[in-house]
């Protein structure tokens, strides 16, 4: 269907392989193994990440650098795509949120010691990092509402706000966040908000609860809320500049919405394979599950809307290779919209076909629909992406 060079086949290929040897038959050791240590690295983790460091299985994203694997947004949306099939294997591969879009945002904007101090150790595996923006008390989805305060006093910047849903921050190896906050109520509009590196281990930073997704706590990496009061980092900590914090967002978020979204259509495959399955084996009023008419018709609606969610996800990532992140905004928002609710919708149906069993934790079906449907908030919600497509296409028109 797609051309790929002889690099990213043969990528894909060891992906496939790596996937099928190491990550699907250790997937029951690593939540056993989490049960144990619940924030802690989980030792199988540990190993599966070794071995994919030394096959060279590492760090395959940050497009157009010389610290990634040198391929596109295009190239690598399909190696995204086959990791994005089990919930472990991204970390793995030192390709996980919020790690991936951190490690870019540092990358483009970070100077050279932010490069060394966290850069580093993150494109190395040994740490990890949260992305703090998003507040309790505010619709952050219009992210000028956030009233988190970033304060210039002499040689140090003082932080006071409280954040949630800041991914990652419950794991032990998380040392790092990019925390978003408002460092001039007086400018213009999308010239308020700036960027900001805060080690955790700072003072004034609080972890005040883990938040759970439809009753998933999603250890090891976690949801925190952070209560940040009177937090001094150095001035040198800010990203870019004071009054850059969109600018930075819009380099961020483009890239990792194509990751969320390939990841995404990864766990839509796996689960029309399962529902597949189950169709064939399972016997309902005297006749295979797949020759009752709704049953088929599921399936059918699956495997064209899993499709029709790749093609435009690819066309949004080769736009952005080809013309950059602003003129690929329409296609970004396109596929951000449009692969959540697929994943959810193929989610539903396979869990359907399973029955009592799609519900329980016999198969990895029920955490996949809860981590699927708060996709369709994550990056902003479904709404704020279908008003950017309406507006951005009645501009031809007005």
Not at 133 to 152: F, H, K, L
Request: negative net charge; charged residues 25%.
């Amino acid at each position: 269907m797609f051309e790929l060079s002889p690099r990213v086949q043969d990528l894909k290929q060891q992906i496939e392989a790596f996937m099928d040897e190491h990550i699907y038959p250790n997937e029951a050791l690593f939540y056993q193994q989490v049960k144990e240590n619940k924030w802690g690295a989980p030792p199988i983790q540990e190993e599966l990440k070794a071995k994919a460091k030394s096959m060279g299985l590492w760090n395959l994203f940050l497009p157009h650098s010389e610290r990634g694997a040198g391929l596109n947004n295009e190239e690598y949306g399909h190696l995204c795509e086959i990791m994005g099939r089990s919930s472990i294997a991204p970390e793995v591969f030192n390709c996980s949120a919020p790690d991936t879009g951190n490690m870019e945002t540092i990358e483009r904007y970070g100077s050279e010691e932010h490069k060394e101090t966290w850069l580093k150790p993150l494109l190395a595996g040994e740490i990890r990092s949260c992305f703090s923006m998003t507040e309790p008390d505010v619709a952050s989805s219009d992210a000028t509402n956030i009233e988190c305060e970033i304060r210039r006093d002499g040689d140090e910047y003082v932080i006071n706000g409280t954040k949630w849903w800041s991914s990652g921050a419950m794991a032990d190896s998380c040392k790092i966040a990019i925390v978003m906050g408002k460092t001039d109520a007086n400018a213009p509009k999308h010239l308020q908000q700036s960027m900001i590196l805060v080690p955790l281990n700072t003072p004034g930073v609080t972890i005040v609860r883990d938040l759970h997704v439809f009753g998933y706590d999603h250890a090891p990496h976690g949801h925190a809320e952070i209560k940040y009061e009177n937090v001094r980092v150095p001035v040198s900590n800010i990203l870019l500049g004071e009054g850059r914090g969109f600018e930075i967002a819009q380099g961020r978020l483009g890239p990792g919405r194509i990751h969320h979204c390939m990841r995404s259509i990864g766990v839509a495959e796996r689960a029309l394979e399962a529902m597949c399955r189950r169709a064939a084996s399972r016997v309902a009023f005297g006749k295979p599950l797949y020759k009752h008419g709704s049953t088929s018709e599921n399936i059918a609606k699956s495997r064209c809307e899993i499709d029709q969610a790749r093609l435009l996800t690819i066309m949004a990532a080769r736009s952005m290779d080809q013309f950059g992140n602003k003129v690929a905004r329409q296609q970004i928002a396109m596929i951000k919209a449009v692969a959540p609710t697929m994943l959810c919708n193929v989610l539903d149906r396979a869990i359907q076909v399973h029955g009592a069993a799609g519900v329980c934790q016999d198969t990895f079906l029920a955490s996949a629909y809860a981590k699927a449907r708060t996709l369709r908030l994550a990056d902003g919600p479904d709404e704020v992406h279908l008003g950017t497509i309406a507006k951005l296409e009645m501009s031809r028109y007005l």
